[in-house]
Structures are given as C-alpha cells and as structure tokens.
C-alpha cells in the first residue's frame, strides 16, 4: 500500500467515522486545533486506524500523532513492519 | 422440568428534580453544546431520597406489572454502587419498605454493569429451583459521589433506578446467553478513592470522595469490551445480526452506544437511546430503559434483546433474552416519591459549597 492510498484512506475514515468535513482535512491540519477533535475524538480515530489497517498502535505511539500526516506517518511505518 | 427465568413484571423510578445542561453552565465551566456534542446529554435527574427510596418505587411497578405482591417475592436482588449505607445493605431496606417479608435480599455491586451481572445471578438462581420470583434491581445515586464543580464527570451521570420481576417458567424464554467479566488490574482509572473502609475516615481529601476517570481510556476499553462482548453472546445464542431485534446498552456515553452498535453493524433503530433525558446512572441505565421501551412498543412478544454494559471495576457484561408472549404490563402503580421543594441545583448547593467557588474560574 503507498503513501497516497494510506492518506485517502485515513481521509475517509476521518469523514465517514468522525464526520468531518471533507474540504479542511489536509495532511498539515492539526486534529486538535483545525479539526477540533476532542480527546474521546481521538481515540475514536485510533481505533478506527486499527481496525481499517489491522495494526496496533501503542500510546506513546500514539501520542505523538498531532496532524493528519502524522496519523500517515505512523499507519506507514507499522505497515512497513 | 427445565426451568426458565422469564422477566414478567418492569418498572422505573424518575426522581422529579431536573439538572439541564444549562443549570450546570452555572456550576462549572461548561456548555449546552459542550455537553450535548461529547456525550449526547441534555439532562439528568438530581434524587432528594435515598438509593432504597427509588428501588422501591421502581419495584412496586415492576409488581403490579406482574400482577405480584411484594409478599410473593422470595429474592431481591439490588444492583447498586451508591447503597445507602455500608451497613446494613440496601436491599434489606428495600426488603422492610416493600414489605416483601418472604425474600431474602442483597446487594451486588459491578458498577455500571451490575444490571446484567445481577439478572444473570436471579436466572440462575431461579433455573436451579431455590428461588421462583426475583426482584431484579438497579438503582443508583451517584450524585452524591460527584464534584460538581468538576465539568469532566459531572455532567455524565444521574440519579434513578429500574427493576424487573423474574418468574420461573417452563417456556424457553429468558436469558439465552450471558457473558460477565472483570478487569480489575486497571481499576484506578474509574474509581472514588475515598468513599469506603480504605478511605481516610477522620481527614480526608474532598477529591477522594468523587468519581475519577481517565476519560479516554475508559471510552477506549468500554468501547472494545461492549462491542466484542456483544458479539460474542449474539453468536453463542445462534442469531445472526439480523435477528437481534433490540440492543438496550448501558448509557454512559451517545458515543460509546453508537461505537457499540457499529461494532455489531446494527441500525439505529435497533438501539434503544434515552442518554439524553438521564444521563449515566450506572446499574439503574439498562433496567430504566427497557422500561422506556417496553412502554414505547419496542419490544415484540418473542423478541430477541442484547443488552451490554461497562463500568468500575473495570466490569463487563453482555446478555441476549428472548422475550415472552407479554408485552403489555398486567397492572399499574401509583407509587411515586415523596414531592420534593427544592430544584436540583438547590439540592445541590452544599456540594458545590464544599468543593469551592476557585473551580469555577479556573
């Protein structure tokens, strides 16, 4: 899976699970501060990257995810084993 | 003879005082929208009586529901995390007020999934022969264990309380399946450190005596736990997805209620939602709410019903029953509690009195 298909992927769960609104999704926008995604938010997201991508995403791990790109980052790295 | 626990009788105890969303605006540092969009509650029920008080209301309408008296009951079982007092029980209170001098009583307590934990204990008990009829009580007030000035669990619970009556029947209806569990490695991240024998009696921190939660994780855990769990006494029933005809979750959280019924694929309509109107009261949300649907026409004779929940403990539980032939109850009650002078954010006043005006602009 590249990089592209990762993104669209998270950009459609990121409208059909948490209801955002297409158009502001980008891979610089901030989830906390561009999407207003609060803390339960968050979580909803991270599970909804485990189960689309069949990967386990550790809390610090998860921590460190701030933006939409970020959330790529990561998906890309655990699919890269 | 096979025997069978079939809940003939439900009832539900609303305590009169009302909390909106925008009476807690003038408590703490919160909003209608706030509220509304995290959790999916407008308001919640604020109780001037005691946890044995709205049991026993809850009851004497779950009796006449069944066309029972309190004497022909010879098990009360009282799911509850706020009873009265350490000692005695609640339930044997609820015993004296209704009068119910055949039945042995007790509390159990599994928190929010207590409910379901206490129906699956009285079916046993009942398809073992030792008992015929059971009181099956959730009833709580966790109001009194709140911080009210503190916005992140304040504005989640209530006060109320739910009850059915199992009968010992021949008819394969009842509990099909049932699955109860425990997590208590991780019961730190939703407790109240200092309301019990381990508290600190004589000078006690004011926080220890609320309710502490790690938000998120719980979510992240009641989310999982409900929806597997779900999963699981669906298939050890033998339905499909399909066949479930209504998933009655414990409401704690809209967000959780809709993970949970994704997780299962099902459509809303087959989800019972009244979060809105009460908020989380813990053992007494599952119980309420069938109530609710039983009187809205949403369960059918013979229907297959999930119910689901997650609370302190860390606890879980998930159960599918299948309805009897009776939907409709066999008499009514008038019990109610007693009136009540006070609003809720009156009732509310020496708690927001000892937990400090400073919260308010922090």
Same mark, same amino acid.
């Given at each position: 899976?590249?990089?592209?298909?990762?993104?669209?992927?998270?950009?459609?769960?990121?409208?059909? =699970?948490?209801?955002?609104?297409?158009?502001?999704?980008?891979?610089?926008?901030?989830?906390?501060?561009?999407?207003?995604?609060?803390?339960?938010?968050?979580?909803?997201?991270?599970?909804?990257?485990?189960?689309?991508?069949? &990967?386990?995403?550790?809390?610090?791990? @998860?921590?460190?995810?701030?933006?939409?790109?970020?959330?790529?980052?990561?998906?890309?790295?655990?699919?890269?084993? | 003879?096979?025997?069978?626990? =079939?809940?003939?009788?439900?009832?539900?105890?609303?305590?009169?005082?009302?909390?909106?969303?925008?009476?807690?605006?003038?408590?703490?540092?919160?909003?209608?929208?706030?509220?509304?969009?995290?959790? #999916?509650?407008?308001?919640?029920?604020?109780?001037? &009586?005691?946890?044995?008080?709205?049991?026993? &209301?809850?009851?004497?309408?779950?009796?006449?529901?069944?066309?029972? +008296?309190?004497?022909?009951?010879?098990?009360?079982?009282? %799911?509850?995390?706020?009873?009265?007092?350490?000692?005695?029980?609640?339930?044997?209170?609820?015993?004296?007020?209704?009068? @119910?001098?055949?039945?042995?009583? *007790?509390?159990?307590?599994?928190?929010?999934?207590?409910?379901?934990?206490?129906?699956?204990?009285?079916?046993?008990?009942?398809?073992? #022969?030792?008992?015929?009829?059971?009181?099956?009580?959730?009833?709580?007030?966790?109001?009194?264990?709140?911080?009210?000035?503190?916005?992140?669990?304040?504005?989640?619970?209530?006060?109320?309380?739910?009850?059915?009556?199992?009968?010992? $029947?021949?008819?394969?209806?009842?509990?099909?399946?049932? +699955?109860?569990?425990?997590?208590?490695?991780?019961?730190?991240?939703?407790?109240?450190?200092?309301?019990? $024998?381990?508290?600190?009696?004589?000078?006690?921190?004011?926080?220890?005596?609320?309710?502490?939660?790690? #938000?998120?994780?719980?979510?992240?855990?009641?989310?999982?736990?409900?929806?597997?769990?779900?999963?699981?006494?669906?298939?050890?029933?033998?339905?499909?997805?399909?066949?479930?005809?209504?998933?009655?979750?414990?409401? !704690?959280?809209?967000?959780?209620?809709?993970?949970?019924?994704?997780?299962?694929?099902?459509?809303? =309509?087959?989800?019972?939602?009244?979060? !809105?109107?009460?908020?989380?009261?813990?053992?007494?949300?599952?119980?309420?709410?069938?109530?609710?649907?039983?009187?809205?026409?949403?369960?059918?004779?013979?229907?297959?019903?999930?119910?689901?929940?997650?609370?302190?403990? *860390?606890?879980? %539980?998930?159960?599918?029953?299948?309805?009897?032939?009776?939907?409709?109850?066999?008499?009514?009650?008038?019990?109610?509690?007693?009136?009540?002078?006070?609003?809720?954010?009156?009732?509310?006043?020496?708690?927001? !009195?000892?937990?400090?005006?400073?919260?308010?602009? +922090?």
């Amino acid at each position: 899976m590249d990089r592209s298909e990762i993104e669209n992927r998270i950009k459609n769960l990121l409208v059909s =699970e948490l209801g955002l609104d297409e158009s502001r999704v980008s891979a610089e926008a901030t989830f906390e501060e561009d999407l207003e995604v609060d803390s339960l938010g968050v979580v909803e997201l991270l599970m909804a990257l485990e189960d689309e991508f069949g &990967v386990k995403i550790p809390d610090e791990e @998860a921590e460190e995810i701030g933006t939409v790109g970020e959330a790529v980052d990561v998906v890309e790295a655990k699919l890269a084993g | 003879m096979v025997r069978y626990a =079939e809940i003939t009788g439900w009832g539900k105890c609303v305590p009169p005082s009302v909390l909106s969303n925008s009476d807690l605006e003038v408590l703490t540092d919160t909003s209608d929208d706030w509220i509304t969009t995290r959790t #999916g509650i407008k308001e919640r029920r604020i109780s001037h &009586v005691n946890v044995s008080d709205m049991a026993v &209301v809850a009851s004497l309408h779950a009796l006449a529901a069944a066309n029972l +008296e309190p004497t022909d009951i010879d098990l009360i079982l009282l %799911a509850t995390c706020t009873a009265d007092l350490v000692i005695p029980s609640a339930a044997s209170l609820v015993q004296a007020k209704l009068g @119910a001098t055949n039945a042995a009583a *007790l509390d159990l307590n599994a928190a929010c999934s207590g409910w379901i934990y206490a129906l699956n204990v009285g079916t046993q008990m009942v398809r073992s #022969g030792g008992h015929n009829r059971v009181l099956v009580i959730g009833a709580e007030k966790l109001s009194f264990l709140l911080d009210f000035t503190d916005r992140s669990t304040a504005v989640l619970f209530g006060d109320g309380a739910g009850a059915v009556v199992l009968e010992a $029947t021949e008819e394969p209806v009842g509990l099909r399946s049932v +699955e109860i569990g425990t997590d208590g490695s991780v019961a730190d991240i939703l407790c109240v450190p200092g309301v019990g $024998t381990a508290g600190n009696r004589y000078q006690g921190d004011p926080s220890d005596y609320a309710v502490h939660m790690d #938000g998120p994780e719980v979510f992240r855990r009641a989310v999982t736990a409900m929806g597997e769990a779900s999963s699981r006494v669906v298939e050890q029933a033998g339905l499909s997805v399909d066949e479930v005809d209504l998933l009655i979750p414990h409401q !704690a959280n809209v967000r959780i209620i809709d993970a949970t019924a994704r997780k299962l694929k099902l459509a809303p =309509e087959q989800v019972f939602v009244n979060i !809105a109107s009460y908020g989380n009261t813990s053992a007494a949300t599952i119980p309420m709410a069938l109530t609710e649907a039983l009187q809205e026409g949403r369960v059918e004779p013979g229907a297959n019903i999930v119910f689901a929940a997650f609370g302190a403990g *860390l606890t879980w %539980a998930a159960a599918v029953v299948r309805w009897g032939r009776r939907v409709e109850p066999l008499g009514t009650s008038d019990a109610h509690l007693p009136p009540v002078d006070k609003t809720a954010a009156e009732l509310l006043e020496a708690n927001v !009195a000892f937990y400090g005006e400073g919260r308010r602009s +922090e």
